[in-house]
């Protein structure tokens, strides 16, 4: 069993940056690939990044490619997003989210999410 919670949303400028944080309960983060999604109102959620166990692999939407970083420390337990250069269209809730190796970027990879943290980026 996992239990995450995110941290680190808020309201920014667009151009601005954010970092986001994970911090997992349980001494078995270390076996599982994380990832981050987000839900922007009105819109399904949709992947945004994902990171090996090991962070020997990382893989990002197309939208967020250049701008978006995630990392881990496995000796903290936490998970991290940062996000710069902020634009209007990444207001959402972002989750983070645990899983077995499988499908990366598919809700359905996943076995345990976060409640979610609010980003909101005004123009």
């Known amino acids: 069993q996992v239990q995450l919670v995110e941290s680190g949303g808020g309201l920014v400028q667009a151009g601005g940056s954010l970092k986001l944080s994970c911090a997992a309960s349980g001494r078995t983060f270390r076996r599982y690939v994380m990832g981050w999604f987000r839900q922007a109102p009105g819109k399904e959620r949709e992947f945004v990044a994902a990171i090996t166990w090991n962070s020997d692999s990382t893989y990002y939407a197309d939208s967020v490619k250049g701008r978006f970083t995630i990392s881990r420390d496995n000796a903290k337990n936490t998970m991290y997003l940062q996000i710069n250069s902020l634009k209007p269209e990444d207001t959402a809730v972002y989750y983070c989210?645990?899983?077995?190796?499988?499908?990366?970027?598919?809700?359905?990879?996943?076995?345990?999410w976060g409640q979610g943290t609010q980003v909101t980026v005004s123009s």
């Open positions: 989210a645990a899983g077995l190796p499988g499908d990366l970027g598919a809700d359905r990879g996943y076995d345990y």
